[in-house]
């Protein structure tokens, strides 16, 4: 197969042939002649996973055996993860998909995958962990939705430590992780024990996800700049409510953009990867909605809503709203994600105002000039990992199966999909065809990938950018991940950082209690029913909640991840 990518990513071995790559891509497991290492059945997963807490002896350790797909004696594993919706539109199963037929015959591995129901994904997993009989691998949050993190459930029996596993049947995850060190102190715990096998984003441009966008054909109109200040925002959507007659010059779900709209960013107060805490200045945790920016920040949003700039029924407002306001002039901007919001109102209004012209908006700042220091951006491993439970018993093969994401056979697969069917190599990089990029059947760009590919969503493996360039087909929407970005703005993001299990326990309390006091508050503030008279009453209340022992437990989290 042809190498394709733009950055060094773990590959199967040079010993691999061309022959054997063919058949690892395409043909049945029956049709390989060369053999990896043999598959071993072990009767105690956590024996054959047993580790030295530190990581040091991994990194140290010799290069894992080579190993060749589709694995000769292949085996059967179950495996349990959340059905995404671009794929359950159309699909019962992940095995359904191209996608998942092609995984198992290029590892020569059968699975049984294992979805819960949408919407009570949480209740299942628990309902799982608690009864204790567990598939051979879980995809998770581990750092966010299990109590403790990832050591927690370590020690708790539900996954093992991976150090030695990585050591002895991991040659790609290895060799990236060797090859990127902020990475790897991503998937790692405290006690330097790997966890799961982590979805990356394989650059920084994959992590600039969400951002404002515009009216630009308005703009022209009505000769305007896109606005790069709070006031030229200010400027543009009173235009747009009174020289266009729009409604809700400004619409978005604030359920989803509240903590990472682009006004927010501008008062240094946003946050992404649904968090409410930030880096400050000095490099340590702070709580957003205490800050003085936060005040400065509801009180523009209060300014503006008395004026009619932002929807009156923002609060409440679904995606399917938005969409309706976007495409029918009764609003002028928006925020929300490239693909699934921007491109998606242009596509659709276009086809009765082929002037409709959208395009992406800076983080704006309070000063004209200045360089935002905030900004949305995610981690490069968003905590969606797959795990190997303790309840595996053939740990082996769990392990190979999943190191193959990592591999040049592997990330085309999740990345593009089937070479001759859903790719073709073009002057050495992979571009869709027209089975994906005009599907026959009609389907939106989006259930169309998810047909072959995991890249517009999640899994083991490392995202390309080259995916990316595809998927965001509008001029105007391709720029978006460069106008969105923030030099600075991963200074202020806290990392995958993870609380000890009695401090998670502690942490969750305080900060749920927090959450509901500043939502109820935030909307408050902007609606007018309550003063910024009363604004000192809000922090010593939110002080009053143990505010402060929710920063100590932060910080010394956040201190842990660095010692990493």
């Not at 197969?1 to 990513?9: A, D, G, Y």
């Not at 049984?112 to 949408?118: I, L, M, R």
């Not at 990938?449 to 490392?462: E, S, V, W």
Request: hydrophobic share 35%; with cysteine.
């Amino acid at each position: 197969m042809r190498r394709n990518l733009k950055k060094p990513v773990a590959l199967l071995t040079a010993a691999l042939t061309a022959a054997s790559l063919l058949a690892g891509c395409g043909s049945s497991a029956g049709e390989s002649t060369d053999a990896g290492g043999q598959v071993k059945e072990t009767s105690n997963a956590n024996e054959a996973a047993e580790t030295t807490a530190g990581g040091s002896d991994a990194e140290e350790a010799a290069a894992p055996a080579e190993v060749t797909y589709p694995l000769a004696e292949g085996g059967t594993l179950t495996y349990w993860l959340q059905l995404n919706p671009n794929v359950s539109a159309n699909f019962t199963n992940l095995g359904e998909t191209e996608l998942g037929k092609a995984w198992q015959e290029q590892t020569g591995v059968t699975v049984e995958f294992q979805h819960p129901a949408s919407g009570q994904e949480k209740e299942q997993f628990n309902l799982i962990v608690a009864d204790g009989s567990l598939p051979d691998i879980m995809e998770w949050q581990w750092v966010k939705q299990y109590p403790g993190g990832p050591e927690k459930a370590i020690k708790d029996g539900v996954i093992i430590p991976l150090n030695d596993i990585f050591d002895q049947y991991c040659p790609n995850i290895k060799k990236y992780l060797a090859e990127n060190p902020e990475v790897d102190k991503m998937i790692k715990t405290d006690d330097g024990n790997y966890f799961a096998f982590p979805f990356i984003r394989g650059e920084d441009k994959l992590c600039y996800t969400v951002g404002g966008f515009i009216r630009q054909d308005w703009l022209d109109e009505l000769g305007l700049e896109v606005p790069t200040t709070v006031d030229e925002w200010h400027e543009v959507l009173t235009a747009f409510k009174e020289k266009k007659g729009a409604e809700a010059p400004l619409c978005f779900d604030w359920t989803n953009f509240k903590d990472s709209n682009p006004i927010a960013f501008a008062f240094k107060v946003g946050t992404a990867n649904g968090t409410q805490f930030i880096l400050d200045d000095e490099g340590k945790v702070a709580f957003a909605p205490a800050q003085e920016g936060y005040k400065e920040y509801l009180m523009t949003l209060n300014q503006w809503y008395e004026e009619g700039l932002i929807d009156r029924d923002i609060a409440t407002l679904n995606g399917d709203q938005v969409t309706a306001k976007m495409t029918s002039d009764k609003a002028g901007a928006s925020v929300g994600w490239a693909a699934s919001r921007m491109q998606l109102f242009m596509t659709s209004a276009q086809q009765t105002n082929p002037e409709y012209t959208l395009v992406a908006t800076p983080t704006p700042t309070t000063e004209k000039g200045a360089t935002p220091e905030y900004g949305y951006v995610e981690n490069q491993f968003p905590d969606v990992a797959a795990a190997i439970t303790s309840s595996c018993k053939n740990v082996e093969l769990a392990a190979k199966f999943l190191d193959y994401g990592y591999s040049e056979a592997g990330h085309n697969l999740f990345n593009f999909g089937i070479e001759g069917v859903s790719y073709e190599m073009k002057d050495g990089k992979a571009e869709y065809t027209d089975v994906v990029t005009n599907n026959p059947d009609g389907w939106p760009l989006a259930q169309s990938l998810a047909k072959y590919i995991r890249a517009n969503y999640n899994g083991p493996f490392i995202q390309d950018l080259n995916y990316l360039e595809q998927y965001l087909q509008l001029p105007t929407v391709k720029e978006c991940p460069s106008v969105w970005a923030v030099p600075d703005a991963r200074k202020h993001t806290v990392p995958n950082i993870t609380p000890t299990q009695d401090e998670s326990k502690e942490l969750a309390t305080i900060t749920n209690e927090l959450g509901t006091y500043v939502a109820e508050m935030s909307l408050k503030f902007i609606f007018g029913t309550e003063s910024f008279d009363n604004w000192d009453n809000y922090i010593e209340t939110l002080n009053g909640m143990k505010l402060d022992r929710a920063l100590e437990i932060e910080n010394a989290a956040l201190e842990r991840y660095n010692a990493r």
